[in-house]
């Protein structure tokens, strides 16, 4: 019996990554590094690491929703909520609870005046015990829509920590570093066809040409799932080789970047990428 193309794609996906993967252990990845702040230390930086309607988004490995975010969703005034997480933090304590696993304090600037205030950013369960109150229709929908949201980011950031992931994302950055040689040679091939601009185009030409094929935008390769990074390793692969394989040929630059194209299109006709998580409100 024939196999499904789609097997094949995953078959053909594995092998471009076993061809060029050298021993290493899955390490976690490095501390993102955050801007400077010219406030006290004290204050919390944010790492953001997936935006959605709903504004939840990922803090060292844990998914937390602004106050403000909450206070404007559920037609609240910030100040009220900022109230109620000060009655919630004392109670907190007084059952021997540490706050910071519900609440994290940060700031914000405003830019209508460029002051500076406070917010919290709350973790699932700080998000739970501060809208436990709130009824209404309404604001059961939006309970409803924040807990599926959740969901979802905390199966995202759990997928991310996998070494399945970690080792695949690895192996991609390698085929990376081996497709920036290709290209590197490319230029030189484009010039001496004519090109003015290669030299300044030719990888953001290809990485866009990749981001697009994928559906995913410039900087989302780290939170991208799974079996997107895998398809990107497959088509970086088939570029590498492609791009080598048609200026032996003497094939115009311009051309080989449309094969390339054409070749990532064939690709994606199989390769069943799920939607990226979007949750909506």
């Known amino acids: ?3 499904k193309p789609e097997t094949l794609i995953s078959q053909a996906i594995s092998q471009a990554l076993q061809d060029h993967t050298p021993a290493f252990s899955a390490a976690p990845p490095g501390p993102i590094n955050a801007a400077h702040s010219p406030q006290p230390q004290h204050i919390i930086q944010r790492s953001y690491i997936m935006k959605n309607d709903l504004m939840i988004f990922e803090r060292k490995d844990q998914a937390v929703v602004s106050s403000r975010v909450i206070a404007e969703r559920f037609n609240k005034r910030h100040n009220n909520l900022l109230s109620s997480i000060h009655v ?10 540490t706050p910071r696993k519900y609440f994290i304090k940060s700031w914000y600037t405003e830019e209508q005046n460029g002051q500076t205030y406070p917010e919290y950013l709350c973790t699932r369960d700080g998000f739970s015990l501060l809208v436990m109150g709130f009824t ?4 059961l929908e939006w309970k409803l829509k924040y807990i599926n949201a959740f969901n979802q980011m905390e199966s995202f950031i759990q997928e991310r920590r996998s070494s399945e992931w970690l080792v695949t994302r690895k192996q991609g950055k390698l085929i990376r570093r081996m497709e920036t040689d290709t290209l590197a040679n490319l230029v030189d091939y484009a010039e001496a066809q004519g090109s003015r601009n290669m ?3 030719v990888y953001t030409i290809y990485s866009q040409l990749v981001n697009s094929l994928v559906g995913i ?4 390769r780290e939170t991208a799932p ?15 080789h492609t791009v080598d394989e048609e200026m032996q040929k003497g094939t115009h630059y311009k051309e080989i970047y449309q094969i390339c194209k054409d070749n990532g299109e064939q690709i994606m006709r199989f390769a069943y ?9």
């Open 217 to 220: 935008q410039s900087g989302e």
């Open 136 to 139: 209404g229709k309404e604001a």
């Open 1 to 3: 019996m024939a196999e």
């Open 226 to 240: 799974f079996k997107t990074i895998s398809v990107i390793a497959f088509l970086e692969d088939m570029i590498l």
């Open 199 to 201: 030299r300044k185009r």
């Open 88 to 97: 919630i933090t004392k109670g907190l304590l007084e059952n021997k609870q």
């Open 273 to 281: 990428l799920p939607a990226a998580p979007k949750l909506s409100a």
